[in-house]
Structures are given as structure tokens and as C-alpha cells.
């Protein structure tokens, strides 16, 4: 037997390499430029960004002195914010997971211990906001936005055309959706249902026809009102913006005595609020890009019948419809009911206030995975896969936010950068809601509104303390300001989603925006002093 041998010409090919090798004439060279791809690799700007959060971190740990020995936990806590603000203004490191890094660095750095920081990242406030995303989820599977979109605009759309009417109709049903889930979501929902209007109007750059001008400004008009429309009616409830659950969240940390701010008792002050600043945002539109005549103009390319066209294409509304539509009435029904005012309690007061909003959020959403459906046996409104699309992102940087306010406040780091905004307490309260309005409207533009709260709401606290005035009256307008991100296409996605579509520019956002700013900042500079101060001042513990 001769199985164990190997012959000489096999034994070569054994020990020939699989792939050819190709051998470089000039060695040395080729080292030289592995060595400095291995250089561009490591040095590019996103590993650059990188590494400036830990380092400005190390500067400010290192050389800044913010006062005595006992400060060294506020110096540190600073030296946190910094690298995490880095991280969050250059996208270094994803969102969600820059959300997340309070959880390593605050233990790390003596700023808290792990369980005291992990609690800020699931309260009810969290599960507010998961109740909330998990109906809008279902309200979009089912395809109720759209329906709802259509019906409205089918009121709006009177013949003959009115461009002002239906201008009305797709900003105010944009508004009305964005009271009840995030902003954004909002906009991505109804920005379809504008621009599927729009695109039966003629194009500059694809018809050969002469296209009225009164066509294009009407398609800027729609666009920016979808998108600042989504704004302020976010503005009006407790879910419709991070922002206003990021307060909520701050109020309770900062004032665990207090009572809480409940959904209605936002809404008494929100709405009123969002409704001036709304018919303004209208006024503002059909100035600027309705002029007369502009239904003549668009009336050959809209007519009604197109609407109630893609309306019966939906058909009738089904059982899973109207099951989550039930559900989502009786949600704001139980939200708006559980603190009605002193003298009329709601049904908050059975449970002795250990129910919140929360508490509701989440059961009637529990409802949506035990209802079934009628479409299939044994299947529900709403599964699991379906909420695979759950924003985690938002739910962590609120998380995060509640977070850094804890940290800045138990470090005594507030206190310490409270008194750079020691010109305030000189000021008349008249002035001061205007002013901190401007302030954070003016940093929101370059920042995130949930970033911005998370910053100044605490610095605003610490002043209302000095100033022994009702911390609500200056935590309110610095939140406020902070949604009045309405200048630039990065303040916000809702302005990304709007600029992408192509039918407007960033001198149209300007123009629109600084109105609206001045105007939103005017509206709350009356109405904080007078509606809010009887709707806030009376809470107790404070």
C-alpha cells in the first residue's frame, strides 16, 4: 500500500499559495503608502470628533476651577456635559448611543451612583411616550392619518377653489396630529398627503407650459405649513413634543413634593398658546404666498373629485379602524380626566394619585394586543413585529435628558452656572419671559429643542429660586422658545423632511420663521404672566 506517499510535483502543489501572487517591484514604497492609508483611516474627521468629547472632557476636569474643593463633583459633571454635547453636536457616535453614555460616565466620574442614573431612563414619563408611539404606530398601520388627512381637506376644498381654505384645512389637520404623537412622526405622515396634492400641479422644471407664479409660492406655502404646523401643535399637549415631556420630567426631579404637571392642566395653558401662534402661522402664509387669485390659478389642477377619489380607494372604514380609533378617544379622554381642577377631582383621585399618565398610556395600548382584529383568526389590532419601528432613539434621549438635569442639579453645577444669568434677577418678570423665550430660541437653532431644554431648564430653576418667583413661570417660556426652531433646515428633522421635497429654500424658512419667532415670543410674553400664572402658580410643594 502506498496511500501515506506523496509525490515531489504534489508536494509542490500543497505548498503553492491559493490565489497568485503578484509581487511588487517597488517594496519599500508600497509600505510607505500602507502606512499612510493606515494614517487616513485612523485620522478622519469622524474619529477626530470622536476623540474630542473625551479630550474637551479632560481640559475642562483638568484646568477649569469653578470655586472651593466642593466643587470638584461640579467640575466633573460639566466636564460629562461637554463631551456628551460634543458627541451629541457632532454625531460622532450615533444619537441613541450618545443618549445612552450618562449611564458609564456619571458612575465613572462620581457624579451619581449606576442605579440612581438608570432610574431616569425609565419613569412616567417614559412610559408616557411608549404608550403614545406604540398608538401612533397602530394609527399609521391601519392608515387612520391618511384617511383623516383626506376627509379634512375634503371639507377645506370648496368650489370654487379657495388656496387660502385649503391651506387651513392641511395645516390644521397637520396640527392635529402632531397634538397627539411626536412632531416629526407627524410630519412624515402628512408631508405624503401635501405633496400628493401638489404633485397634480405643474412643475417649473418638468412642464413645458408657462406655470403660474402663484402655483409655486402656493407649494412653499403647503410645505412650510406642514412642517411649522407640526411644531406649534406639538406645543399644545404633553406628548406632542419631547420637549414638553422633557419639563415634566425636570418638575418632578427638581420638586419631588409638588404636584405634577398633568396632561390637562398642560393643555389649558398649551392650546390657547398653540392656537394664537397657529392662526398667526395662517396669516403669515396667505400673505406671503397666497395672493389674489390664487384659486383661479390652481383651480384646473384641484378639483374635489380627485380627493374623493383616493378616498374611496380606502374603502370603508373597518372594525381594526374604529377599534383604534376607540382606543385612542378613550386615552385622551382618561388623559384629559384624571386632573380636572382643585374643586372637581378627577378619577386620578380613586387611585390616591398613584396613577399617572403614564399609568393610562400604557394599558390602553396593552388593549391594541388584545383586541382581535377580524381580519384573521386569532390575530390582534396590534403584534410585536409591528412595533419594531418604536423611535428607541427619542425614548433614550429622553432618558438622557432626564439624566443630565438630575446630574446638574445633585452636583450643584446649576447653581454654580445660574449665576451667569444673574442679570435676570435685576429684571421685571415682564422682560424676563420675553428675554429667556429669545435665549432659547436663538440656541435651538444651532442645538436639538430636547438639548436645549436638557441645558437651560435647570439654569432657569436656580434662578427662580434667587428670584423667589414660581419656578414654572421661567421653566415654561425657556421650553417653549426651545421649540421655536424655525430658521434653519437642521433645527429640527421636521424642517429636514420639509426641505428635502425641493419646493422650498432656506431664505423661505427665514422669512417665514423670524415672523413666527417674534410673533410665538410676543404671544407667550402675554399670556405666561396671565394664563399661565393662574393655570401653574397654584401648584403646591414649591
Known amino acids: 500500500m502506498d496511500c501515506g506517499h506523496v509525490s515531489l ?20 514604497p508600497h509600505e510607505q503608502q500602507t502606512v499612510g492609508q493606515h494614517l487616513q483611516t485612523i485620522f478622519t474627521p469622524k474619529n477626530c470628533y470622536i476623540a474630542l468629547g473625551p479630550l474637551l472632557c479632560a481640559v475642562v476636569c483638568l484646568c477649569v476651577r469653578l470655586g472651593g474643593d466642593d466643587k470638584t463633583t461640579a467640575r466633573n459633571m460639566l466636564g460629562v456635559l ?69 376627509n379634512i381637506t375634503l371639507v377645506f376644498c370648496v368650489e370654487p377653489l379657495n388656496a387660502p381654505l385649503l391651506l387651513l384645512g392641511i395645516c390644521a389637520t397637520t396640527a392635529f396630529v402632531s397634538m397627539w404623537m411626536h412632531n416629526v412622526a407627524a410630519v412624515v405622515m402628512m408631508m405624503p398627503v401635501a405633496t400628493g396634492i401638489l404633485q397634480r400641479l405643474p412643475s417649473s422644471s418638468s412642464s413645458t407650459e408657462m406655470v403660474p407664479p402663484a402655483v409655486g409660492k402656493f407649494c412653499q406655502a403647503m410645505v412650510l405649513g406642514v412642517i411649522y404646523s407640526a411644531a406649534v401643535g406639538g406645543m399644545s399637549t404633553l406628548t406632542g413634543t419631547g420637549v414638553n415631556l422633557i419639563l415634566v420630567g425636570m418638575w418632578k426631579s427638581y420638586f419631588p413634593e409638588a404636584d405634577p404637571i398633568s396632561f390637562s392642566q398642560w393643555f389649558f395653558f398649551g392650546f390657547p398658546l398653540a392656537l394664537c401662534i397657529f392662526v398667526t402661522l395662517w396669516g403669515i402664509l396667505c400673505v406671503m404666498y ?185 421653566m415654561v417660556p425657556g421650553a417653549i422658545g426651545a421649540q421655536f426652531a424655525f430658521l434653519l433646515p437642521t433645527g429640527t428633522p421636521s424642517n429636514i423632511v420639509g426641505f428635502t421635497t425641493g419646493h422650498i429654500e432656506i431664505k423661505d424658512m427665514i422669512k417665514t420663521g423670524l415672523a413666527l419667532k417674534i410673533a410665538g415670543t410676543a404671544f407667550l410674553s402675554v399670556l405666561m404672566p396671565t394664563l399661565g400664572a393662574y393655570i401653574f402658580a397654584s401648584k403646591a410643594g414649591v
Do not use: Q
Not at 504534489?10 to 509581487?23: I, N
Not at 450618545?98 to 431616569?120: E, H, K, W
Open 9 to 28: 510535483e504534489e508536494s509542490d502543489k500543497l505548498k503553492s499559495p491559493l490565489l497568485p501572487v503578484v509581487h511588487n517591484i517597488n517594496e519599500e
Open 82 to 150: 461637554v463631551w456628551i454635547f460634543a458627541w451629541w453636536l457632532t454625531e460622532a457616535v450615533p444619537m441613541p448611543i450618545t443618549s445612552m453614555s450618562p449611564l458609564f460616565l456619571f458612575p465613572l466620574f462620581g457624579i451619581t451612583s449606576a442605579d440612581d442614573v438608570a432610574i431616569s431612563y425609565m419613569d412616567d414619563v417614559i412610559a408616557l411616550v411608549l404608550g403614545s408611539f406604540i398608538l401612533a404606530l397602530a394609527v399609521e398601520h391601519y392608515n387612520i392619518h391618511r384617511r383623516l388627512a383626506l
Open 290 to 474: 397666497c395672493p389674489n387669485g390664487s384659486g383661479k390659478a390652481l383651480s384646473p389642477y384641484l378639483h374635489k373629485s380627485h380627493l374623493k377619489r383616493e378616498l374611496e380607494m380606502l374603502g370603508p372604514m373597518s372594525f381594526s379602524e374604529k377599534m383604534v380609533l376607540s382606543v385612542f378617544g378613550g386615552l385622551v379622554v382618561l388623559w384629559m380626566t384624571r386632573n380636572i381642577t382643585e374643586d372637581i377631582p378627577g378619577w386620578g383621585c380613586i387611585f390616591d394619585g398613584r396613577a399617572g399618565d403614564g399609568t393610562v398610556s400604557v394599558m390602553m395600548a396593552a388593549l391594541l394586543f388584545i383586541i382581535p382584529n377580524n381580519i384573521k383568526k386569532g390575530e390582534k389590532l396590534m403584534d410585536w413585529d409591528k412595533c419594531k419601528k418604536l423611535p428607541w432613539n427619542i425614548v433614550l434621549l429622553l432618558g438622557a435628558g432626564f439624566a443630565i438635569a438630575d446630574g446638574v442639579r445633585t452636583s450643584g453645577l446649576a447653581e454654580v452656572l445660574s449665576k451667569g444669568l444673574v442679570f435676570l434677577e435685576t429684571a421685571p418678570y415682564w422682560a424676563i419671559a420675553p428675554t429667556v423665550c429669545l435665549i432659547a430660541a436663538t440656541i435651538t437653532e444651532f442645538t436639538s429643542n430636547n438639548a436645549t431644554t436638557t441645558l437651560l431648564v435647570p439654569l432657569l430653576i436656580e434662578i427662580a429660586k434667587t428670584m423667589r418667583i414660581h419656578p414654572l413661570l421661567l
